[in-house]
């Protein structure tokens, strides 16, 4: 995969709203692609846990901080060691489950430092709430974990990556866990049960004998917090009520515009609104973020002010679409995926009190969104700082115009589908049909000054019982008209649009492609990203993987395969080898109707290549023997760099199959490129597959900070750096050397990282650019056909016909996340 989610973000987002049942869930795009449905039922067997710790344990759990009633302003993790030895806190780290996860909840996490003595406690600080009279005594660590007050799971972890559990059997089996925690009702605990008895005024706790049976409702007691730190140091709570209790100050009486204020955040955060009236335009009964919409009907002149709002009530709304409304609650500002994440706030209300006034009133009119409407450029630049405080210019840039309808009832008609339906009932549409169209009826994205502003979302509020979610390709048309609040969310860079009414799909006609054929003398050379393909994946998986390389692709000659994974896939059991996984693509390819491949790569180190965890993803090389021959050279291993030997004709590899420069830094937690030394027709050609590392942790074009950091650029600069000096080395041994340089370089064809590999055309060339721009793409990510996979060839290569096989990327029934690619060459 090569669109991740966002680093983990500081404080935890609500898990993203599930359709309705019957529709599917999505498979996140982590750097991981995990596919297949989740079971989130618990598991009560003690023996599957793991050996109760001999050291550090979770001592108590409190997650009420904060809340009505509580008397501690913070939610808080105390950790107790129960050896004699100081545990070094500094590889652990404390990390937090909704009670009852979806399949796209993630574990937020707390890095820990410092000590935890033996016999010693350690404290953990987590959010704050609005409530409370304590302040905890001086944590240990900090974090901004904003934790359930009667549900949740707490893990202490071995290692700062997120946990990818989401069943008890799952946590049970995975390593880092050291111990676990599950209370109130959560689904992920050990033993026979979680943890009874949390609330916002008890906290669960270990006895002071620090027993630990692995059994959450037998080890654990509800009772008065009593939060401990390193120091020895308590709070105690006073027992007595202040003399004068303290007042709150009266709810500020506001309209909708008056809370949204000017800008992206509202002037009123924090505070209690209450007399805020308006008629509700969509309803979200499922999911996670449960709540409804409202919109003022009686708008103000100021177009910067939107007139729309989320109410967030976290339970089935009792509310109806065209119920007038009165609303008293908390003014927030919420970061959907944490606010280091660096997306856009959302202003909502919060713990509300909802009074019906009438029901069956008209909705106000929506706002049509078109090409006329939308601005063509797409968000002002801060020089690097954020825009949330910046007056909004909704005439000037669609995302300011978004935002300056954040919540409000929109309309769009007959659009474009620009990214097809996924798995998880959403689409990608535009607005704008002409902005950077591609041949096939995306939109190209062509530059980072290029984010394409008629780009929305379409998800549904309508149930899948009255009406399914529409199936459709790039190219399709949304047509008739669509309409319903106008809702930001994390995943979608930039806005979507919640469907009350949903418009039909018309087809766009497209199909698959089938590249041309080569001549008996030509080479053919491709590149396929897999997506993590394990033995354990569907059969059919495999069947339409290799009815793509045997069909679209013609079977080539040589393939790189990306996401190889080892035999045991995704099960971090140690296992590298990936001889079964090979085997069997191999024998699906022959009952395509192919070849019988011979295949090379090697096994990387366990857990040191990224990727899915324990899935040791790599590349590895296909072949055709009865072609091309492959030139097996010892030597090559998953620690040992490949060199260059020889000048001219005799140049060679030191190593065939062998990998580039695997202990250079460069390389850290990601794939490292595999070389190797074919032979056509009685020429050497030298092939390289790729895998750079991914763009996890980038903010995202739609950031509040403009313009977005794109930090994991970093580490694949020096990649390509690395690789540029290795071919430039193997170019000025052999100017005559036929290479090509091929694989996913998650990156695009204007990007840093590849005019560095490329040395601006001068050590390679980039063969996208050598088609038509509006044919320069093979993956499609929120709207925006883009370039991430490549094929680049050295100066010797004088004649390549090149070709991008659209078969996956802009269909909603893809095989991969990928498009394939292949060239035919004369070496």
Not at 645 to 655: C, I, Q, V, Y
């Amino acid at each position: 995969m090569s669109h991740p989610s966002q680093a983990t973000p500081s404080q935890p987002a609500r898990p993203r709203s599930a359709r309705p049942a019957g529709s599917s869930f999505r498979r996140r795009m982590l750097p991981i692609g995990i596919a297949g449905a989740v079971v989130l039922a618990g598991v009560t067997v003690h023996s599957a846990f793991a050996t109760p710790s001999a050291d550090g344990l979770i001592a108590e759990v409190y997650g009420g901080g904060g809340n009505s009633g509580a008397t501690y302003t913070n939610d808080f993790v105390e950790l107790a060691n129960a050896g004699a030895a100081p545990l070094d806190m500094s590889g652990f780290s404390v990390q937090y489950l909704p009670g009852t996860p979806t399949a796209t909840s993630k574990w937020q996490v707390t890095t820990l430092t410092g000590a935890l003595a033996g016999g010693g406690r350690y404290l953990v600080g987590e959010a704050a709430g609005t409530g409370g009279t304590t302040p905890l005594p001086t944590p240990d660590a900090t974090g901004t974990l904003a934790m359930s007050g009667t549900s949740g799971t707490i893990a202490l972890v071995t290692g700062a990556d997120p946990l990818a559990c989401l069943t008890a059997a799952d946590c049970a089996a995975d390593p880092r866990v050291k111990d676990l925690v599950g209370y109130g009702t959560a689904v992920v605990h050990e033993g026979s049960g979680p943890a009874a008895g949390a609330s916002n005024t008890n906290s669960v706790t270990r006895g002071a004998a620090l027993t630990d049976t692995d059994d959450n409702a037998a080890d654990f007691t509800a009772g008065a917090p009593t939060p401990q730190n390193s120091g020895g140091t308590a709070t105690t709570p006073p027992t007595t009520p202040p003399t004068t209790p303290p007042t709150s100050p009266p709810p500020v009486t506001a309209r909708i515009h008056d809370i949204q204020g000017d800008t992206r955040v509202s002037p009123l955060d924090g505070k209690q609104v209450g007399g805020v009236t308006g008629i509700v335009t969509g309803v979200r009964a499922y999911g996670s973020s449960k709540g409804f919409w409202m919109q003022d009907p009686d708008a103000d002149a100021n177009p910067r002010t939107s007139e729309g709002i989320f109410v967030y009530t976290g339970a089935n709304p009792t509310v109806a679409v065209g119920d007038a409304v009165s609303v008293a609650a908390t003014v927030s500002q919420y970061y959907p995926g944490g606010a280091t994440a660096g997306g856009q706030a959302v202003t909502e209300l919060t713990k509300p009190t909802v009074t019906t006034v009438s029901s069956g009133n008209p909705l106000p009119a929506p706002v049509v969104l078109n090409a006329s409407s939308v601005p063509d450029a797409f968000v002002p630049s801060a020089g690097g700082g954020s825009i949330e405080n910046v007056p909004l210019r909704p005439s000037d840039f669609a995302l300011d115009l978004y935002a300056s309808l954040e919540g409000m009832n929109v309309q769009i008609s007959d659009t474009r589908v620009v990214g097809a339906t996924d798995p998880y009932s959403e689409m990608w549409v535009t607005v704008k049909p002409d902005q950077n169209p591609t041949k096939r009826g995306g939109t190209l994205y062509t530059g980072y000054d290029q984010p394409n502003s008629g780009r929305l979302m379409v998800q549904s509020l309508i149930p899948t019982a009255d009406q399914a979610f529409p199936v459709a390709n790039v190219g399709d048309t949304l047509s008739g008209t669509t309409s319903g609040p106008l809702d930001y969310n994390q995943f979608a860079g930039t806005y979507a649009v919640q469907a009350r009414t949903l418009g039909t799909v018309k087809s766009g006609g497209i199909k698959p492609e089938v590249t041309a054929k080569a001549s008996s003398d030509e080479a053919t050379v491709a590149t396929y990203n897999v997506e993590n393909l394990a033995p354990d994946n569907a059969q059919t998986k495999f069947d339409r993987l290799a009815q793509g390389l045997v069909t679209n692709l013609r079977s080539p000659d040589v393939v790189a395969l990306e996401e190889i994974q080892d035999n045991s896939g995704a099960t971090d059991d140690g296992t590298v080898a990936a001889d079964k996984t090979l085997d069997k693509l191999v024998g699906a390819i022959v009952a395509a109707g192919g070849p019988r491949y011979q295949w090379r790569e090697i096994d990387p180190v366990n857990d040191k290549d990224g990727g899915q965890p324990g899935g040791n993803i790599r590349q590895a090389f296909l072949f055709n023997p009865d072609r091309v021959s492959f030139t097996d050279r010892a030597g090559g291993d998953s620690t040992t760099a490949v060199g260059i030997t020889g000048t001219g004709a005799d140049t060679a590899l030191t190593a065939s199959p062998g990998r580039i420069a695997p202990a250079d830094p460069a390389w850290n937690d990601s794939r490292k490129p595999l070389a190797g030394e074919f032979t056509f027709r009685g020429k050497k050609l030298f092939v390289i597959a790729n895998h750079f590392d991914s763009k996890g942790g980038d903010q995202g074009i739609d950031s509040r900070f403009q313009p977005p950091v794109r930090s994991s650029e970093v580490q694949r600069v020096r990649q390509a750096v690395i690789e540029h000096d290795f071919l430039q080395q193997l170019e000025q041994a052999d100017p005559k050397a036929d290479v090509v340089v091929l694989g996913d370089l998650n990156d695009y064809q204007f990007s840093p990282a590849v005019l560095s590999l490329t040395g601006n055309g001068s050590v390679l060339t980039d063969l996208v650019n050598t088609l038509p721009v509006r044919e320069r793409y093979s993956y499609v990510y929120e709207g925006n056909s883009q370039v991430l996979d490549h094929i680049l060839v050295s100066p010797a290569v004088r004649r390549a016909d090149y070709d991008v096989v659209h078969i996956n990327s802009e269909f909603a029934d893809q095989t991969s996340d990928h498009d394939p690619q292949v060239v035919r060459i004369k070496p």
